[in-house]
């Protein structure tokens, strides 16, 4: 299991400069976004030296691209931002490879026109669905030309807001493109121990073999959101969870400080990342 960060934790608009600041922090990976690049994080295209850069920086500091961020809204309300989201997609995904990886990561998005992490009413609307089924399929048959891995994260406040929506999604969508991204504070909000034990074995249960990469944040105990083990997820239970079904992902953190990364890979690391 490589232990990752956020590139975008880090200040830099090169990826050199960013991908040295993970590595002095103590990670082997990075989940890059292209504005640490200088560019827009959807961008609508790359040059050769762009991406280039990439995975030059990689090997110069042995630090591994374990995901692009090819986050949009897709379910968004107009059919037109749908689309100028899925070209930019295709961009990253037809040049993941170049930059050293071949996972591009997604959220399936939200009815909210004007936030795409903002719960709506309308998400759990079967037109809803409808939208995000054909979108990903779309997707997923970029991704499948180029052998790419597209990464779907459960969201509370997005469409697939769980194990059960992100289990349904797979198996009718059915491309082998599609995998998931889980990061057990986006399980829940407000839930005791034994509740939240019982839901990360559930939802690991369900869509075990087709988790292919770990998100670490936490929760406070009112339900804000917290830098991985400053809150009240249990990561030892997490993870062993994980290796159970045989997870062998990388794990990346994120919602965190700079100046906090270095003390969460030591705290990930004495957990068993």
């Given amino acids: 299991m490589r232990l990752g960060i956020f590139a975008k934790t880090f200040a830099g608009r090169d990826p050199a400069t960013v991908m040295a600041a993970a590595r002095a922090a103590g990670f082997d990976a990075v989940q890059y976004n292209m504005a640490c690049s200088g560019v827009a994080a959807m961008p609508d295209s790359l040059t050769r030296a762009q991406v280039g850069a990439v995975s030059d920086a990689a090997r110069a500091t042995g630090v591994a691209v374990a995901a692009v961020s090819g986050t949009y809204n897709m379910i968004h309300p107009d059919p037109g931002v749908r689309a100028a989201g899925l070209r930019r997609l295709g961009v990253l995904i037809d ?7 071949r996972m591009v990561t997604l959220c399936t998005g939200t009815r909210d026109a004007e936030d795409q992490w903002r719960h709506h009413p309308e998400n759990d609307s079967p037109e809803a669905w409808r939208d995000l089924r054909a979108e990903m399929e779309k997707a997923c048959a970029l991704a499948e030309a180029r052998g790419v891995r597209l990464g779907v994260e459960p969201e509370l406040a997005n469409v697939v807001n769980g194990a059960a929506a ?108």
């Fill in 95 to 101: 040049h993941a490879a170049g930059m050293g990886t």
């Fill in 166 to 273: 992100a289990r349904r999604l797979l198996d009718e969508v059915a491309s082998p493109a599609l995998v998931i991204v889980l990061d057990p504070a986006n399980l829940f909000e407000v839930m005791d121990a034994a509740e939240r034990r019982r839901l990360v074995e559930e939802t690991v249960g369900l869509l075990g073999d087709r988790i292919a990469m770990a998100h670490a944040k936490d929760r406070h105990e009112d339900g804000r959101f917290a830098t991985a083990g400053q809150g009240v997820i249990d990561f030892q239970h997490f993870l062993g969870s994980l290796r159970g079904v045989g997870f062998d992902g990388d794990l990346v953190t994120h919602g965190l400080a700079a100046e906090e990364a270095a003390g969460v890979a030591a705290f990930l690391r004495g957990v068993g990342a």
